[in-house]
């Protein structure tokens, strides 16, 4: 009995455990972690910049193609380049929150969480003036208190459905196959365009990878949105779904 109680107890300590970074459990609150499913839009994400040079030719790659991205900033890049930040938002991307410096949220207070979130949205209204109310935690890390914290800022959380796998720096051709087996349509890819640990980190064959995921699903007819887009796509339709279900 008691050992039938204790296997019990570690499985779900390490089910919440899994919720606390899964990227798309929802245990903790809700967090938007991908779009319409089957849905022809396709959302990148690039977490961790901005980060000198490889932002900037991520932004040539998108240029390029007429494609927009999601960029979630850690603000101590922010405050050390501002000038990439600026470059990212006037190419028309979405800026994003990734908090000032890249802690793990799950073991931070309410207080520190709030610091975090607010030292980067000053660093990013320092560089680029207003931007959008997203925000996503550093190793998808969170619990209840965390997405309080956001919600109360006004700022909402969002994770993601499919994992590139390209934070160590990858042949480009593994990250764009890692990507695709996990496609569902709807989907929020997660990339990475710096390095969370130092300015510098060589994201080289994220940026090929990135293209190869560009003419791909290109070709297939995808759209290319922002995340607001894909949350004002998904909102619509939810809208409608109770109304139908209302009549
Ligand atoms: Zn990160």
Not at 49 to 72: I, Y
Not at 146 to 175: H, K, S
Not at 203 to 224: C, K, M, P
Request: include cysteine; hydrophobic fraction near 40%; charged fraction near 20%.
């Amino acid at each position: 009995m008691f050992a039938r109680l204790a296997g019990l107890t570690a499985a779900v300590a390490a089910t919440a455990g899994y919720q606390s970074m899964s990227p798309t459990g929802r245990w903790y609150g809700p967090t938007f972690a991908r779009g319409i499913r089957g849905s022809k839009q396709v959302a990148l994400t690039y977490d961790d910049g901005p980060n000198d040079p490889h932002t900037l030719h991520l932004l040539d790659v998108l240029a390029k193609n007429n494609v927009r991205a999601t960029f979630f900033m850690i603000g101590r890049f922010v405050h050390e380049r501002p000038d990439i930040a600026l470059a990212v938002a006037q190419a028309g991307h979405t800026v994003g929150n990734h908090t000032f410096n890249h802690p793990l949220l799950t073991f931070k207070s309410a207080a520190e969480t709030r610091a975090q979130l607010l030292d980067c949205q000053q660093a990013l209204q320092d560089a680029i003036g207003d931007h959008s109310n997203l925000f996503r935690p550093p190793f998808g890390g969170r619990r209840p208190a965390t997405l309080r914290v956001a919600r109360q800022l006004g700022l909402q959380t969002v994770m993601w459905n499919v994992t590139g796998y390209d934070w160590n720096a990858r042949p480009a051709g593994v990250i764009a196959q890692r990507v695709a087996g996990q496609m569902r349509g709807g989907d929020v890819i997660l990339l990475h365009d710096g390095g969370h640990r130092d300015q510098g980190a060589d994201r080289a064959q994220t940026v090929v990878a990135t293209e190869n995921l560009i003419h791909r699903y290109l070709d297939q007819g995808s759209n290319f949105v922002t995340i607001d887009e894909m949350i004002l796509a998904s909102r619509k339709k939810q809208k409608v779904e109770r109304a139908k279900a209302r009549r």
